[in-house]
């Protein structure tokens, strides 16, 4: 089985710390990608990596930056965390690459639960 | 951005009732996927259609991918407590990275 997990399920951190959020997946996959989930919106998509050191802006990237400098590990970072950051952070993997396209599912880790204040 | 619209928002039905859910979109797409998020977990996968107007089960759940690729539903028969969650469509195209989710159907199951 695929298993993608997340450093923290839960995290509180203070307006302008600066935050990382961990995902590793043990399958080799060639994506990864970073969520947000708030009440009333689903899940929107932050960033994508397709290869390592590779990124690509997702629908709301602002505020946010990633890092993949291994394909097993995906790190989110809030450089400097608002209360508008509090939210569910979701990551997740799939297999194929982006020169087969982007039908393959995605795999999910838990969740983180961001909390700012 | 891409017009998905998953309905309904939310639903309460009793136990052992058939529930029905789905999702509609602007554009035409190449993959409907349906994934079950329990409560404080990640969403995952039910079920995955790749062909316009493939019928796809997975056990109680059955899903369609619409003939005019612009729609899916989900339905779940005689819907049980551990059906509660939240339910989420999404959808890919082969185009490029287009990779969305619905907002979600939020189901609660009274015993």
């Known amino acids: 089985d695929v298993k993608v997990t997340q450093s923290s399920r839960y995290l509180v951190k203070r307006t302008g710390e600066k935050v990382f959020l961990e995902c590793v997946q043990d399958m080799d996959h060639e994506n990864m990608f970073w969520y947000r989930q708030d009440p009333g919106l689903g899940l929107r998509l932050i960033y994508f990596?397709?290869?390592?050191?590779?990124?690509e802006k997702g629908d709301i990237p602002e505020g946010y930056s990633v890092s993949r400098e291994k394909k097993e590990r995906f790190s989110l970072i809030l450089e400097s965390a608002s209360t508008n950051q509090t939210s569910m952070y979701l990551c997740?993997?799939?297999?194929?690459?982006?020169?087969?396209?982007?039908?393959?599912?995605?795999?999910f880790g838990p969740g983180t639960r961001l909390t700012v204040l | 951005g891409q017009q998905l619209n998953q309905s309904p928002q939310s639903m309460f039905i009793q136990e052992g009732e058939d529930v029905s859910m789905n999702c509609t979109s602007s554009s035409i797409f190449n993959t409907w996927l349906w994934y079950k998020q329990d409560p404080g977990e990640g969403p995952v996968l039910l079920i995955a259609?790749?062909?316009?107007?493939e019928l796809t089960s997975n056990g109680r759940l059955t899903a369609q991918f619409g003939i005019t690729r612009k729609d899916s539903f989900l339905n779940i028969s005689a819907s049980i407590p551990s059906d509660v969650g939240i339910y989420f469509c999404?959808?890919?195209?082969?185009?490029?990275?287009?990779?969305?989710f619905g907002t979600g159907t939020s189901l609660t199951v009274i015993p």
């Open positions: 997740a993997s799939s297999l194929l690459g982006l020169a087969v396209g982007w039908t393959d599912t995605q795999y």
């Open positions: 999404a959808f890919t195209s082969n185009t490029g990275n287009q990779f969305y």
């Open positions: 990596s397709y290869d390592v050191k590779m990124k």
């Open positions: 259609l790749y062909k316009a107007g």
